[in-house]
C-alpha cells in the first residue's frame, strides 16, 4: 500500500472535517485524484489565497470538499485547512447592502494594494 497521508493529517481531519482515520484516508485518497490546484480557479483571491498557502510551506495546495490539502512531492497529504466562507460562494453584500451587479461594483471597487505580496 503506497502511504498517501502523515500521522498530522490524520489528527487534523478528525479535528477540522470531523473524520474518523478510514473516512479521512478515503477522502485525501479523493482529494489527491480529485482536487483542484490553483490554475483551476477562475477568481484572483482564491488563487492568491491558494498561492499563499504553497508559498508558507513549500509544498502544492489542492481544493477538494471545502477543505484545502497541503500535498508534499511525493503525493502525502501533510495537512489540510477547512476554506474561508468567501472562498467557494459568490459575493453578494458588501456591508449592509446587497451588491445587485457584482461586475459594475469590482469595476469601481478595485483594491490596487495586494494585502499576499511580500514587501
Same mark, same amino acid.
Given at each position: ?38 490554475s483551476m480557479f477562475a477568481g484572483a483571491e482564491q488563487r492568491r489565497w491558494l498561492t499563499a498557502k504553497e508559498n508558507a510551506c513549500g509544498c502544492r495546495a489542492l481544493v477538494y470538499n471545502d477543505h484545502c490539502? #497541503?500535498?508534499? /512531492?511525493? +503525493? ?10 468567501? =472562498?467557494?460562494? $459568490? ?7 446587497? #451588491?445587485?451587479? /457584482?461586475? +459594475? ?10 494585502? =499576499?505580496?511580500? $514587501?
Open positions: 500500500m503506497i502511504m498517501t497521508m502523515t500521522m498530522h493529517s490524520i489528527e487534523r481531519a478528525k479535528e477540522r472535517a470531523g473524520k474518523n482515520p478510514r473516512a479521512a484516508e478515503h477522502m485525501m485518497r479523493n482529494a489527491l485524484a480529485r482536487g483542484k490546484d490553483k490539502f #497541503i500535498v508534499s /512531492r511525493e +503525493k502525502v497529504v501533510i495537512t489540510l485547512y477547512e476554506l474561508p466562507g468567501w =472562498f467557494t460562494h $459568490a459575493k453578494r453584500y458588501d456591508g449592509r447592502e446587497r #451588491i445587485r451587479n /457584482r461586475a +459594475k461594483f469590482e469595476k469601481f471597487n478595485r483594491i490596487d494594494a495586494d494585502p =499576499f505580496r511580500a $514587501a
